[in-house]
């Protein structure tokens, strides 16, 4: 059924526009040939090495692509999302403590990499500043007795995050754009 | 390609193109006396669909199935599609496959039991994985740092072309005569045509200098040995350097260099990853193939750490889980202070005495056949051999240091390559060179007899650069010459006897450190050449046989001389006549550093090089 939709895009784009448009390329590309043979039913697969679903799947956005894209990236050298999906409830301090200081050292250099993170107010913390008028609220949390009344004086209690430079690389091509970690398949 | 105004070579380029990683460095030609080299940033695939910079390019090759990367994502901003991948991703995607890596390529080409220009590599992959020879997968480099930095020099704004500069090309000083002449040919297929080669060690000589600025003459004087002291990631490499005065001018000369071993600092990360991957599995943990690759990179970073820090105990390692179990499955260990005191200093460099030997090659029936490892893992004892070899040579090379027993002693250590980097190590090398020499009579080298060249990594490929400069007649030239002494087999005239090759004797062509630029003839003797058909010599070498002139005739050698490939030379027949014509030889080593062999017929009227036979060696003969 995917073959023959795809056979009629192909055989349009080509009529109206004398080639194959690069979506369509980079979906071909994009399909993944289950491991039996072609002889065998899909059935004999076994599960998870099914193609997965190409035109049919929502294509996300570009915002949430590069938010994809940066758990990607966590995942790829620090094993971010396998963490955070693992249930560690079972495991000792210990054993937890070894996993996290390898994957902190990994994502730390992964955030350094493709990112300068800068503070938001410069100063440091536990050190008096002043709100004056015309901050933006999205850069500044004010907490405490906060009258609504500027300037104001208080304490820096934390001095925020902002991503100054981001170097994210291109982002990959079709379905891959959706994908955090691909799965991995050792050939015998 | 059209003329431009300005001249094409502006730059004086040091490569050093190394068993595991490459680097390049550049110096103006105008550049005033004393100004440092650059060392431009190389664009490479870091990850696929992602170009970084890094200064050194990881020497290593990947061949790409289709399904390997997605579509588009080897890219490089000079080339959409590249047939091979090359660098940091080739290192990194090739550890996860290794049927479709090319690794220590260079290793290879120094490898006279393969026949290095056939396609051969990735070694033992199947056949769907498109092969290259070792010659190209150096070519391949080659190209890849000229398309790099053209880029960058374009991006500058101030086009230029590689292949067009005065390249000085490193090469380590044991490669024999035959793996110079086919770095020469990686360097032409890669169109560079204006190559010099130069030993690494030496470069890393020259680095040093380059580091001191003129205050290197004070820091040497005339009658000193340095011992130049290279271990980089795969291989091991030795050289004497003389200090003499000519004309109240300091000559420096390279006096002696060591064998090719094929031993390093993967050899020592290794050996750490199996003593962790023992305590691991005691524990009754399983370690497969891909998390011991794994532990032995976290083990380099740990030994580094503990090497760079002494007041570290221990580095924790850590292997992670496999699949989606990260925390179920990681394992750790410790690598401790006393691994690395019993596995690296005495494992690798133990205490032994001046008069030690390195074991045998293994003589095992079957052997896998593959790169020839070096079968003693101990540093110090090759380098004790190396030191006692010196005992037996003329002063060709200027006036060696030797003790008591004729062992060379030197007065300096100069340590290059990244496991020289180790403190620890350094320490190790310099009390068994104290504990050698004091036994001949000489005063102990302290940390003051250490010449420190900045930046070790970068070194080789600045000291290239310096060199080049040199040649331009601003700075220090070290006179090397021949690194070997180089024969002609002569089959004695004797009765045959069924199954034993007639004996063999060896007349010297080209004596230990004949210099470049230089020809001499082989005297007294003359060859019957058959026109039209290839002749065949046989070619000899030796690094020990440093007393042997040029027309001499050596009948019994033991195991100081080495047989290479042999060479041919084909005269053109006329008219198809059949003559055998008489030649002398005449010897010829450039200035680029390339021995050249001529046959001269005797009434002048014709010469014809010998090139060398690359063909794998043949088989033993069956009786």
Known sequence: MMRLSIAFRCFFSLLFTGKISEKILAELRARVRPATHPEETPEAAPAGTRPPATAAAPRPHDGTERAIQMLALLQRDGRLVDFFTEDITAYDDAQVGAAVRDMHESCRGTLQHYLTLEPVVAGEEGQPVTIE??????????????????????????????????????????????????AEVEIS | MAKTATPRNTHIVGIDLGTTNSALATIGVQAEEGARSNVPALPQLVNA???????????????????????????????????????????????????????????????????????????????????????????????????????????????????DQDIVLTIPASFDEEARRLTLRAAEQAGFDRVTLLEEPQAAFYAWIESQGERWRDLVKVGDLVLVCDVGGGTTDFSLITVSEEQGELVLRRAAVGDHLLLGGDNMDLALARVLQQRLESNGQRIDQWQLHELRYRCRHAKEALFGDASLASQSVTVRGKGTRLVGGTMKAELTRDDLQAVLVDGFFPIVERDAMPARQRRVGFQELGLPY??????????????AEQSRQSDVGGAIRRGSSGLACPTHVLFNGGVMKATPLRARVLEVINRWIRAEGFNALDSTHVL?????????????????????????????????????????????????????KALCVVPFGMEEGTRAEIPGREFGLVVGEPAEFRFLSST????????????????????????????PSDEGRDEVRPVRLEANVTEVGALELWCVSRDGTGRWTLEFNIRAPQAAPKP
């Open chain 1, 133 to 182: 008028p015309g901050f933006e609220p999205g850069t500044i949390k004010l907490i405490g007795n906060v009258t609504g009344k500027l300037p104001a004086r208080g304490v820096l209690r934390h001095h925020g995050w902002r991503a100054g430079q981001v170097r994210l690389p291109d982002l990959p091509s079709g379905i891959a754009r959706a994908v955090i970690a691909p």
């Open chain 2, 49 to 163: 669909g992602e170009i970084g910079e890094l200064a050194l390019l990881p020497s290593f090759l990947y061949v790409p199935a289709d399904i390997d990367f997605p579509a588009g994502s080897l890219a490089l901003p000079w080339n959409s599609s590249p047939p091979l991948v090359v660098g940091e991703l080739a290192r990194k995607r090739g550890a996860e496959n290794p049927v479709r890596l090319v690794a220590s390529a260079k290793s290879w080409l120094s490898y006279a039991g393969v026949d290095r220009t056939s396609e051969i590599l990735p070694w033992q992959s199947p056949p769907e994985v498109v092969k290259v020879s070792p010659v190209e997968a150096s070519s391949t480099y080659l190209q890849y740092l000229r398309d790099a930095w053209n880029h960058v020099e374009n991006a500058q704004g101030s086009p230029a072309n590689l292949a």
């Open chain 2, 374 to 387: 070096a079968a003693d893992a101990a540093v110090t004892r090759h380098l004790a051999r190396f030191l």
């Open chain 2, 452 to 504: 420190e060249a900045h930046d070790p990594d970068l070194a080789v490929a600045r000291g290239a650069a310096y060199y080049g400069k040199a040649r331009h007649g601003r700075g220090v030239r070290i006179r090397a010459g021949a690194p070997r002494t180089y024969y002609i087999g002569i089959e004695s005239a004797m009765p045959s006897v069924p199954g034993m090759p007639a004996p063999l």
């Open chain 2, 544 to 571: 020990t046989r440093k007393q042997d002139h040029i027309g001499d005739l050596v009948e019994d050698w033991g195991d100081e001389i080495q047989e290479s490939s042999p060479l041919e030379v084909t005269l």
